[in-house]
């Protein structure tokens, strides 16, 4: 089964409003991803994270990775209608290969 | 530059029927991946290559799914015989040499088996 677990699975949101997306590893993390996959497209790169702690911004959308390499969250403030679409979470385990995509959050925004 | 492609985009073929998905990585990567995804699975790593030599099949779902990567610019995966359940979207990824835990997905083939 997955090792990485997103929550929530769905998120509605009113455009303007903030929502943040959470994903926990039941192992250390050796970095995490986030993939952003628009309705009928590919997942794409957003970020990665490999330092204990790290925060990092991209316009409005902060990620960040726990103290434990252990979770990890995005954050999107002011959603727009742009920001529809599913977000995963992937972690790179013990290899430095194989990664653990969490099941996504799929957002949508009412305008 | 282009990215990694994929081809056919969509697939309609009927149960028992043979059915290949290509790719074709970023230039200059090493590392090609396949995945499956679906609703109730998400995304499953199948398959992963690097150097053109499959390193990790244990996502394979059984003998009827085999993959190939004849050079650095060609992959291919084959169901054989295709069964309904197989109906999903299909990616390829692929990594550069110095990043490879960073993919670059292509635009994923949609299979339906009926």
């Known amino acids: 089964g997955q090792q990485v677990m997103q929550i929530p699975q769905y998120q509605h949101v009113q455009e303007g409003e903030d929502f943040t997306t959470y994903c926990n590893s039941s192992?250390?993390?050796?970095?995490i991803q986030w993939y952003k996959q628009r309705p009928g497209g590919h997942p794409v790169f957003l970020i990665q994270?490999?330092?204990?702690?790290e925060v990092k911004k991209q316009k409005r959308l902060t990620f960040q990775f726990g103290e434990a390499k252990k979770n990890s969250s995005l954050h999107i403030t002011a959603t727009q209608t742009t920001d529809v679409g599913t977000y995963f979470c992937?972690?790179?385990?013990?290899?430095?290969?194989?990664?653990?995509f969490g099941a996504g959050t799929t957002v949508t925004v009412r305008a | 530059d282009a990215g990694v492609i994929q081809s056919p985009r969509h697939e309609v073929t009927e149960m028992g029927q043979e059915v290949t998905l290509r790719c074709k990585p970023i230039?200059?990567?090493?590392?090609l991946f396949w995945y499956r995804q679906t609703m109730m699975r998400g995304l499953e790593l199948l398959i992963y290559?690097?150097?053109?030599?499959?390193?990790?099949d244990s996502g394979m779902p059984e003998d009827r799914f085999s993959a190939k990567m004849p050079n650095a610019s060609f992959s291919t995966l084959k169901i054989q015989p295709s069964e309904p359940r197989d109906s999903a979207v299909y990616f390829c990824?692929?990594?550069?040499?110095?990043?490879?835990?960073?993919?670059?997905f292509g635009p994923g083939t949609r299979l339906t088996v009926l």
């Open positions: 990824a692929s990594s550069p040499p110095t990043r490879t835990d960073t993919q670059y």
């Open positions: 192992t250390t993390l050796s970095n």
């Open positions: 994270l490999v330092k204990s702690g």
């Open positions: 992937a972690g790179l385990l013990s290899n430095d290969y194989k990664l653990s």
């Open positions: 230039s200059g990567h090493n590392s």
């Open positions: 290559f690097n150097n053109n030599v499959p390193i990790d």
